[in-house]
């Protein structure tokens, strides 16, 4: 009899040790919360560059959030659309912090997903794309009608299409659209060829770039080359970066604790250099208006395409 039941048992080890690996997986992956960071188009928002921002926001949520007291928080970031899609679908994370174009192209669909907060940065609480020239320029959208547009090395071009530019002014139809490795350089090419007539992009200089309200900002603050740039074209408004709640373990509770970690940034030294870095003021409740807004609009061109 125990010969028998030995007998029965010996062919399971192999069973076995698959399951307890399974279960030890399941328990380390129970015990992480991952969270990823989404920014377009900035070459610094890498894994190694950004290490010291992630680590400070997984320090603080790991000792502020209640939920996540006893996890190891671990955060990701990602620079392009490809980069972003990967790390969603690798990394199982339960917060996102991503633009409105990443959210539309990737988790608008997505099932037990939740948009908990939003992050107004650089004194805007609201984000926008621009068109600019050279002062002397091209004045409308007209004239750049047949013209070539540069913008930063990582875009959505669903998003472009859909909800920045009017259904009057297409890339790939009214207008080309190229990505640019250096928008600095390729304003400088914009000023030393003004006066020059317009280019088509295949040599020189682009006819006019496109920035968001960072990009804006950015080359802005330069008191040398802002002044011999023009901005000749404007979007509707749209939700600065938003932050997204994943997966099933959400509930009223738990966000609303989410939210009050969030509203408490401030107050504690972590938070307020965590803030100072994002260059935000705090996080801000959504714009639930202009998020349906957007999204309709999203959707809805999407059906007519």
Request: proline share 5%; charged share 20%; aromatic share 10%.
């Amino acid at each position: 009899m125990k010969n028998r039941i030995k007998s029965q048992f010996a062919g399971c080890g192999p069973v076995l040790t698959l399951l307890i690996a399974f279960a030890t997986i399941q328990a380390q992956e129970n015990m992480t919360a991952n969270y990823i960071v989404v920014k377009y188009g900035d070459e610094v928002a890498t894994q190694g560059l950004a290490g010291g921002f992630l680590d400070n926001l997984a320090e603080y949520l790991g000792n502020e959030f209640s939920e996540f007291e006893d996890k190891v928080v671990r955060g990701h970031i990602a620079n392009t659309p490809e980069s972003a899609g990967t790390l969603l679908k690798s990394t199982n994370p339960v917060l996102a912090f991503v633009s409105i174009e990443f959210y539309l192209d990737h988790l608008l669909n997505k099932a037990d997903m939740q948009v908990v907060a939003q992050v107004p940065r650089i004194g805007a609480d609201k984000d926008r794309y621009y068109l600019i020239v050279g002062k002397d320029g091209p004045a409308s959208l007209a004239e750049l009608k047949n013209q070539t547009v540069r913008t930063k090395f990582a875009f959505s071009m669903p998003f472009l299409e859909r909800v920045v530019f009017p259904p009057q002014f297409q890339p790939g139809e009214h207008f080309t659209l190229q990505a640019a490795e250096n928008l600095a350089d390729e304003i400088f090419l914009i000023i030393e060829n003004a006066g020059g007539g317009f280019n088509t992009g295949e040599i020189g200089s682009a006819s006019a770039l496109l920035l968001d309200e960072e990009l804006k900002h950015f080359f802005q603050e330069d008191e040398l080359v802002w002044p011999e740039m023009k901005v000749i074209w404007q979007s509707d408004f749209l939700p600065p970066g938003l932050v997204v709640a994943l997966g099933t373990s959400w509930n009223q509770k738990t966000i609303l604790s989410l939210l009050t970690t969030f509203k408490k940034m401030q107050s504690t030294d972590l938070g307020a250099e965590i803030l100072a870095m994002m260059q935000s003021p705090g996080f801000t409740p959504v714009d639930r208006n202009l998020l349906t807004k957007v999204t309709t609009r999203y959707l809805s061109r999407k059906t007519a395409k």
